[in-house]
Every structure is written in structure tokens, then in C-alpha cells.
């Protein structure tokens, strides 16, 4: 370890993880490339873990960013009416929920991606009456103890200390080989016998993203939809990590034809990695008294800013085609990718620009992921033994700097599997 680093080892907490994995002092950052203390330039494919699918200091953005903060606007407001705020709203309005033909009430939950989960499950539960919550294999929405008690990871899970109750986790899209989990879920909503009582509702993500880039199929989604719409069940989509243009469209959902009655999105809505979350309610279900789910930093106005000219990107469906032809081309050359290099037993997963690859040898995606920062390009391991490594490049990326990266992941890959000697 560098000396400048031992800072972090003395001074931060154990429970520090990117920067093990990224050990480098960054000073500098702009659209898709990094740049650390030593001058050192690096391609970024990890993009915050998804909040910032615009790339970093986007000029508009931070123009006019600059613009509110020089002439005095507000900053904090809690849940108080703000200019910034009514813009944001309607504009998120106009451009994003009308032309979907969605009805939405957005409540502002506080500021990250843990805050809209917790608050959709205790809406879900207040509005039902009931307790339970139908959560699934391999799914991940924060660490508060609401959202990792949907979480399926054993070791976040076992970090909270106290037994995560309330919770049935059951089988997602495709985790069982050959047998259909809607009809597993189904069987035990309607035995009496089975244990399982209805719930207040099901979570899912369209696409795991900590869990490993496991996609869900549309038919999977709508038959869960359906589920839900039988039962009486809420269905909450979180859309976190897959939402904002990451899987192709604004919402990862929408290619599925369903409309969830809860929406969790964070991340990149604020378009420039400020915090900022919001949770959206079926106007049928919007049941919280004022008050009821309350917290300080919900009114992130300088967010507000922010998220409002990232919608600029919506007007159109430019940036979706852009979206399309780029993950066209990581889709074809990660799969040329895979059957060229046999050894890896890799298997290409995800949707639009949410892409990971998954290496069957222990390790072997990591050992990727490190040897590609020590070329210059920072890219991230999901699933539960880190088995994928992970393609998040900003959804503004040019063609060159995406090439430029899938270039150095190749060549990473080539000296990993000749460095170890079962391969040679
Ligand atoms: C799908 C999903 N939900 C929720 C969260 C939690 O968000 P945050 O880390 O902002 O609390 C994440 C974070 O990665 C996520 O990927």
C-alpha cells in the first residue's frame, strides 16, 4: 500500500470496501474517465454503483448548479415548498410519468436508495394491514434493517445483529433450473397449509444488480404482477439500481407493460451523485398521514436542480437510442468474449447497459476486476461470491472511451488466466 493511502487504513473505519478494491487517491473526474493524485487517467465501468448514468460533473448539470448556489437558492428546506422543488415535480411529471401513462403521487422519503425501500414497506404494510413481505432469491435493497431484511445476502444480513423477521424470500426468475417459480409462489399463496400467510407485498428488481445481474424475463414479471393483482398483494418495484436508463428506458419495468403500485428510485435521478430518492404511490394507496414517515433531508434542493436538467435527456428518445446501440455492441463483444476464452465458463447476464459477466472458477471474476484497475479501468464484482464482474459504464459514454475499456477487460482477462497454471 502506498503511503498516502495509510490515512484511510488508520483514520477510517474497518467497514470501508471500495476503497480496498480501488486503492488510489482520486482528484479529479469528468464524463466517463477518472484521474487519481499520481496523474493517472482510468476509464470508469463502475459509474457510483449506478448514480451516475450521466457520467461525472456533467457540464449542464453543474452549470446550473452553480447558477442556484451564487444566487442564494435554497439549500435545505426539509419537506417545505421550494421553487427548485415545483420545478422538479413538474417536470418529472411532464416528462417522465405522463407520456408513460403513469399516475403517481412521488413522496420524498429522504435521500438514498435504503430510505425509498423502507418507506414503500411500511406504506405497503400500513395500507394492507398485514405483516409479511414476499422478498426474492438473491435480491438486495440496502442496509436498514426494513431493506435488509429483504435482502438476500447472508453476510449483509447477518450484520444487523437481530433476526430479520417478517420476511419470505422465494425462488426469483430462473433461480431453480427448469421449475417455474410462479407456480411454486402460487401454490403457496393458495394452501392454506403451506405456512405462508398473504402478504403485504412482493419487492423485486427487474435486474440484480449486488446480486449478481440477474435479469428477470417480462412473462416472469407479468405473471408476478398478475400474482399480486389476485391476492391484493402490493407489488414494489425497485428501481434503484436499475432504473434511470440503465437497462434501455427510464424505468426498468416498462418493456414488462406492468405498472407497480410502489416504486422505489434513487441513485441516478439527481444526474450528478447527489443524494436524493423518491418513492412512488399509487394515488389509491397513498395512505401515510402528514408526518408519518418524516426525516430531514428529504428536500435535497440542490438535487432538485440537478434532477430536473437530467431530464433533459428524457425529452427525447435520444439517449435511449444511444443506450441501445452501446449495449448492443458490450452484448456482442462480451459474448464473442466468452466463447473465445472458454476457460472463464462465463455467462453473459443483464439488460441495456447493466451487463456482468459470470466466471463458473472461484474468484476468477474479481481476480478480472483487479488486474483491469491495475490497466487503468474500474469496474466492480457482484453476486454472493462475487462471482460477476460487472459493466456499469455511464449511459453517456462515447464509443471510443467504451471500446478503450472492453479492450482493457480483454487484456485482463488474457493475463489473469495465463497467470494461473490450471489454465495454461
Ligand atoms: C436495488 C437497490 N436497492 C436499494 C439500494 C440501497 O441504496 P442506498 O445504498 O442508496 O441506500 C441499492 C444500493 O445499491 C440497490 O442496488
Redesign the pocket.
Known sequence: MSEDMKVFENLESEVRSYVRNFPTIFTKTKGSKMWDKNGREYIDFFSG???LNYGHNNEKMKLALIDYITNDGIAHSLDMASDAKAKFLTTFNEVILKPRNLDYKVMFPG???????ESALKLARKVTGRTDVISFTN??????IG?LSVTGNSMKRKGAGIPLQNVVTMPFDNYINEQNSIDYIERFLEDSGSGVDIPAAMIF?TV???GGINAASFEWMKKIDTLCKRWGIILIV?????GVGRTGTFFSFEPAGIKPDIV?L??SLSGYGL?F?VTLIHPDIDKFAPGEHNGTFRGNNHAFITATVALDYWKDNQLEQNIKAKSAKTHAFLHNLVEKHSKLQGEVRGRGLMVGVSCAVKGLASRIAAQAFDYGLIMETAGPEDEVFKLFPALTIDDETLEAGLAIIEKSIEHVLKKETQFV
Open positions: 454503483a449506478g448514480a435521500p438514498t436508495g435504503t430510505n425509498t425501500v435480491g438486495f435493497h440496502g442496509m436498514t431493506s428488481e440484480q444488480g449486488e425497485d428501481e434503484v439500481q436499475a422505489c434513487s441513485k443524494p430518492a
